[in-house]
């Protein structure tokens, strides 16, 4: 968006309060999502918890081309519609909501640079393991994106999305990657998380922030998701204080909320795969 | 105690070892950790063709890209990072990941695809670094990488346009750099007085942006308001590159000055010569004065004054 454009969007989104209909957008939890999308979005249900803001989480096959950037999740708020983490922590804090305001700039720099590690280094090797891990593939992958549809759109778009992924990874330089490396991208990432938290109850201290919530996203769709093998989850099981994180924002923010059951059902059900 | 090891690069100018922001890290890294490595200016190779550039050749390993070189000098033992704390550590790699998702686009950008800098600038050093045929296809397929990999990356899936995604990856830059500058605040190197793998890659990318001259060079205009990251850079150069740096003048602009100021010196050297040669045939008794076309580049005045007297 160009600089007078998104000046515009800030200044309407904070002419209005918080709405009580807020809906947030994605695929079909049991049959379609897969690993990288459910990790955005379970990161931006969690961040709209830790901002206390009601939202409704509404399954839909076309989410991903229904949102403005193409990438899920997207939130549908009085009549704005923004995606993906960044631009919606934007949003909120133009409605007054932050979470990162009392870190001073050089713990906001960190926090910016952990938050791009992440996207870097996990989002990056989901993606991977999702379309150009040949296996995966072909048992989890393509029988999951296209289900909504008919064959042979089914099959028609899940190999457009594929190319459209390797081109990715070829044009950032993880096509040449084998499956180790990439895992062992993962277990340094989650290392540098785990040397960051510590012992603490979040990464800056006392409060959570956009980043925990990104953090917490990302980590417990990889511990709870059943793919082909264990390794990636194994890798951050490793790492005893990243999955008692997990478990505290789980317990903190997302039990007892009927609606949020994403992150319930997918731990008691493991999200059945068609295998 | 370890096998000799020579490093394949692109060459540098401007006064920097390297244009390339991954030669440039891996040469830091080199000189941070006393590394004993020859360094060999590569210009006419297949490696340039694969873009595998910078290579490290060490007995019969061949390693290629630079978080690998890195790991392999540290399992020399040539360890920069030995003082750092495990959280810094975890600070180096989270860095390193906003260097590339933010920063390495707009650098993209600047080198490769702002079409004045491209055609004044990166096409014609490249091309001058290769014998001819590679010279015209190298430097175009470097290009159309680099925007592959812009609009991949920060393009939204249906458009991929250029113009929407410039605003952005300039506004990303900017802010980064900010984020470093804040960073690394009045302290020397970003972990205190030793430089380390973090400071190596800060300066592999930043080095480019500071000294390169640019047509167009709004990102380089707001690096130079970042006082501290400019001081950063300079120290590295300093301390590091010494021998580079004193052969070649730091900045255009700087460059300009001396010539002119060469220029002046000449002028009046000359002018000082042909007065002096004009007094000289004055006092000589024997031969009439002679008509002495002068060449003089001063003021008028001194001119009419000889020929005045020269005239019989």
Known sequence: MSLVAEAFVTQLAAAEPWPENAALYQQLKEEQILLSDNASSLAVQAFLQMCNLPVRVICRANAEYMSPSGKVPFIHVGNQVVSELGPIVQFVKAKGHSLSDGLDEVQKAEMKAYMELVNNMLLTAELYLQWCDDVTVEEITHPRYGSPYPWPLNRILSYQKQWEVRRKMKAIGWAGKTLEQVLEDVDQCCHALSQRLGTQPYFFNKHPTELDALVFGHLFTILTTQLITDELSEKVKNYSNLTAFCRRIEQQYFEGHDKDSSAIAARSSKRPLLR | MAAPMELSCWEGGWGLPSLHPESLTVLAYAKFSGAPVTVNSVNNSWRTLKGDLPVLVSEDIVISQPAKILNFLRKQKYNADYD??????????????????????????????????????????????????????????????????????????????????????????????????????????????????????????????YKVCFPKVHLQVHLKQLLNLCRFCDDILTRYFRSTVSSHSPAGQDTADANLQKLTQLVNKESNLIEKMDDNLRKSPQHPPRKLTTLKLAAGGEESSPMSRLSP
């Open chain 2, 84 to 209: 750092l704390s495990a959280k810094q550590g975890a600070d180096t790699l989270a860095y390193i990941a906003l260097l590339e998702e933010k920063l390495l686009p707009a650098l993209l950008h600047t080198f490769w695809i702002e079409a004045e800098n491209y055609r004044s600038v990166t096409k014609p050093w490249f091309a001058s670094r290769f014998a001819f045929p590679l010279s015209l296809y190298l430097p175009g397929k470097m290009s159309r990488e680099a925007l592959n990999r812009i609009l991949l990356t920060k393009g939204g899936p249906p458009l991929y346009s250029l113009t929407e995604v410039e605003g952005q990856i300039y506004r990303d830059a900017k802010e980064c750099l900010n984020l470093l500058s804040k960073r690394l605040g009045t302290s020397q190197f970003f972990f205190g007085d030793v430089p380390t793998t973090l400071d190596a890659f800060v300066f592999g990318f930043l080095a480019p942006i």
